[in-house]
């Protein structure tokens, strides 16, 4: 077996967890559990399809519950459906915003990120026939502004707009894999894809090779190196990456700015 050296990245992490201390923030971020790499995730106990003993211990076999049907529409505080998520969507990115804005990867349009209902008693109404609204957030990343929308689904029209600067709500998952295409491009990834080789045997090429997660890099007085300083102002994230069906993969020394499409290491000057 060939011995890891310290060229790499960090360490394969086996571990759910891993404590988070960078040079500008202190946080601590729990991974998700590492199902695939060889741990359970309970006994499924009270799930639908499980296998269950009888009365008499033998096991039956598991009965799989069709989801009810989703309407078009919801009604008072229910969740919204995936045809008001996309009307939503159609209604807040008006002509104008589509024209003018850019996405993670610079193309036309601005990057979506979230829908969320308006609670009917937050617009001073309430029952089931209140009419639906959203709360539609994209980020803009020609000018780092985050941009949301209040949209009447009823009525289709936008109601206010509501621009911030240096407000980072957490990261969509286009947004994750752009960062991952980065630092895999970048001289920096050499050891994210040295640590993929030694775990697979294969070469990293592409962000779908791996489960993303990330967070929102914000820098503080006296950051290392200089070209962090704008993360918060710009859009950063740190990578958690993991091999599918396999272990993590420890990049918490690497930044990628999205908005500058640059990759830095913590501590260097």
């Not at 989703?70 to 009307?87: K, V, W």
């Not at 780092?144 to 009823?154: P, S």
């Not at 503080?220 to 190196?225: D, K, M, S, V, Y």
Request: proline share 6%; glycine share 14%.
């Amino acid at each position: 077996m060939r011995t890891m050296v310290h060229r790499h990245l960090g360490k394969l992490v086996a571990g759910a967890a891993v404590a988070v201390a960078g040079t500008a923030v202190m946080a601590a971020i729990t991974l998700p559990g590492t199902a695939g790499a060889g741990e359970s995730q309970g006994s499924g106990a009270g799930t639908a399809g499980a296998r269950q003993p009888g009365r008499d211990g033998a096991v039956r076999p598991g009965v799989v519950r069709r989801a009810p049907a989703e309407g078009d529409r919801g009604t008072g505080s229910d969740p919204l459906t995936g045809a008001e998520i996309g009307r939503a969507e159609r209604i807040a990115a008006n002509p104008r915003l589509l024209g003018s804005a850019r996405n993670v990867a610079g193309e036309r349009g601005p990057q979506r990120l979230t829908v969320d209902l308006v609670d009917p008693e937050d617009a001073g109404t309430d029952g089931a026939r209140a009419h639906r609204r959203a709360d539609v957030t994209f980020y803009d990343y020609k000018n780092d502004t985050l941009v949301t929308k209040t949209v009447d689904l009823d009525t289709g029209k936008v109601e206010e707009t509501g621009t911030q600067h240096g407000v980072q709500p957490p990261l969509s998952r286009a947004e994750n894999a752009e960062a991952a295409r980065l630092l895999i491009a970048d001289p920096l990834g050499a050891g994210l894809k040295a640590d993929y080789k030694d775990a697979t045997g294969k070469e990293l090429t592409s962000p779908d090779q791996l489960l993303l997660n990330g967070a929102v890099y914000r820098a503080a007085a006296g950051t290392r190196p200089a070209a962090l300083g704008r993360c918060g102002e710009h859009r950063c994230v740190r990578l958690f990456p993991k091999v599918v069906d396999g272990p993590w993969i420890d990049a918490r020394s690497l930044v990628v700015d999205l908005s500058a499409g640059k990759v830095a290491e913590l501590g260097r000057r």
